[in-house]
Structure formats: C-alpha cells, structure tokens
C-alpha cells in the first residue's frame, strides 16, 4: 500500500514568487492535514480536511495561503506571494480516524530566497 | 508556555542502552498519544500510539502515559545505531471544540546511539 507522497521534496523560490505543493493520501483516508515545521520550532497544525470540506483552517497564518481538496482525493497548498517567513518544511499527513493514527509524508521543504 | 515541552536534547547513549525519553503536556483535555520517529530529510514515521492511561509495548519499544501528572514516556530496550534519529511526542483532544483531531506536537528529541 503506497504512504503519503508529497511533491515536490523540495523547492526555492524567491520572494514574491508562486509556489503550490501537492500532497497524495493514502487511499480511503479522508482525514488529510498539513502541517509546517519552521527551522528550530515544533511542528504546527496549518489545516484539516475531510474529504473535500475544510473542518479547521485555524492554523493557517495568512491569506497568502489556499488550500484545496478537489474532488476529496489529492490535495495542494499554494503560497502566494511567498515571504521569506513561509520558508520550513511542509508535511501532509492522513488518517483515517480523526486525531489518532497519522501518517506523515516525507515533507516539502520550501527556501524562499 | 507551549502546551506540549520536550527537551531537545541532544541525547547519546551507548549501544545496548535503555533510553528514555519523555514529554509533559498542560491541555488535560488530550486523550491520543503518539510518538513519531523522524529520520533526517524524512517525514515522521508513527512508532506507538496510546489512548488515554497506561502503558502499551511493541517489540522493543514502550509508551507509558500518565495522565494524572501529564507525562508520557517512550522507552527503547537494547538501543540500536539504526535508532538514533528525532524522537516527536503528539497528542490530540478529538473532541474539542472543533473535533479535528488535530495533533500538536513537541519540538522532537535527537538520539545518538553510538556503536
């Protein structure tokens, strides 16, 4: 059974610039969730999914962040404009019982520049 | 204060060596505990999860939670060099206010296990 993949493993961009991860779940789990890990910090709760619906988008630390869920399969985060705060490491994880059992992918990590 | 603290570390330890590692949380209201491990340029791998009190092994790992005093521990019997790596502490409240499940972590603890 394949885990979370999350495209791409890594990215730099510039200030200013557009940048969207994607993140696959593993199949059947409605429950996706990213989370962000910035450099010296603990990983922190971004947002939930299920399915297509977003249940808690609390973590999301501005508008320049979107998240999407089409179709409850796949999901993206894009980041526009980029700042050069936004720059961590970007993990999904998907279960399928909220708030047990996550499984994480390996991460995007993003360097604005 | 974070709701959940972890000491960082760093922590080496000998082969063969029983390591403990531990986290304190404030939020009582958390009931799902797990512990993540995370290799370098890796995302966190889940080890063991526990709900609510009391002590769960697999193999040669133990998760302890004492919800009383607000402390879950991860024990690993006869440490390996293929164990040294982060160790995360996460817990959730699944039925709090927005019944999201979501985790919230400790900052991780670096293992060395030196051959």
């Known amino acids: 059974e394949a885990g979370v993949t999350q495209f791409p493993s890594h990215s730099v961009i510039e200030k200013g610039q557009t940048v969207t991860l994607r993140c696959d779940p593993i199949s059947g789990h409605d429950n996706l969730y990213w989370y962000r890990r910035v450099m010296g910090k603990e990983i922190k709760f971004l947002l939930h999914?299920?399915?297509?619906?977003?249940?808690?988008e609390s973590g999301m630390p501005n508008n320049r962040f979107l998240a999407e869920r089409t179709g409850g399969t796949y999901s993206t985060l894009k980041v526009q404009p980029a700042e050069l705060e936004d720059s961590g490491v970007y993990f999904c994880?998907?279960?399928?019982?909220?708030?047990?059992?996550?499984?994480f992918g390996q991460g995007t990590r993003l360097t604005v520049v | 204060q974070k709701e959940v603290e972890q000491d960082p570390g760093p922590l080496s330890v000998p082969e063969g060596a029983i390591v403990s590692l531990n986290c304190t949380y404030s939020n009582s209201a958390f009931q799902y505990f797990m512990w993540y491990r995370q290799y370098s340029r890796k995302g966190p791998e889940l080890l063991m999860y526990t709900y609510s009190s009391g002590n769960k092994e697999d193999g040669r790992f133990t998760a302890q939670v004492d919800k009383s005093s607000k402390y879950i521990s991860l024990f690993i019997r006869d440490s390996q060099p293929s164990d040294s790596a982060t160790y995360l502490c996460a817990m959730s409240d699944l039925h709090g206010s927005s019944n999201t499940g979501k985790l919230i972590f400790g900052q991780g603890t670096t293992l060395q296990v030196k051959p």
């Open positions: 999914f299920v399915k297509e619906s977003k249940q808690d």
């Open positions: 994880a998907s279960s399928q019982v909220p708030g047990t059992e996550a499984f």
